[in-house]
Nanobody, 118 residues
Framework: QVQLVQSGGGLVQAGGSLRLSCAAS???????????MDWYRQAPGKQRELVAR???????KYADSVKGRFTISRDNLKKTVYLQMNYLKPEDTAVYYC?????????WGQGTQVTVSS
């Protein structure tokens, strides 16, 4: 059974940095290598939004609100996707989720709270 297991997150002051990780289990390197992997976030009272995406080609896409501050990357051999978050702002406070569609099935990580204090 495929699982996406997240780690990282926590409480940080504005201007600080955090790194999130999302490791896939129950699948192979060859399959993960083909998958586009995303990070989403959901703040209280708001809809879940796409934060960053990395394609199997390593092309990346970012929400305008995080461009220049967040970096998504992947290590296919570790079956892991990362989100490096720098210059964090209070408005980045949210629960962050990783997502991947693997062999046509949607998988979500368990969610990680990121809280940025002003």
């Amino acid at each position: 059974q495929v699982q996406l297991v997240q780690s990282g997150g926590g409480l940080v002051q504005a201007g600080g940095s955090l790194r999130l990780s999302c490791a896939a289990s129950g699948t192979t390197v060859a399959i993960i290598r083909l998958a586009t992997m995303d990070w989403y976030r959901q703040a209280p009272g708001k809809q879940r939004e796409l934060v960053a995406r990395i394609a199997n080609s390593d092309n990346t896409k970012y929400a305008d609100s995080v461009k220049g501050r967040f970096t998504i990357s992947r290590d296919n051999l570790k079956k892991t996707v990362y989100l490096q978050m720098n210059y964090l702002k209070p408005e980045d406070t949210a629960v962050y989720y990783c997502y991947a569609q693997i062999l046509g099935i949607d998988y979500w990580g368990q969610g990680t709270q990121v809280t940025v204090s002003s």
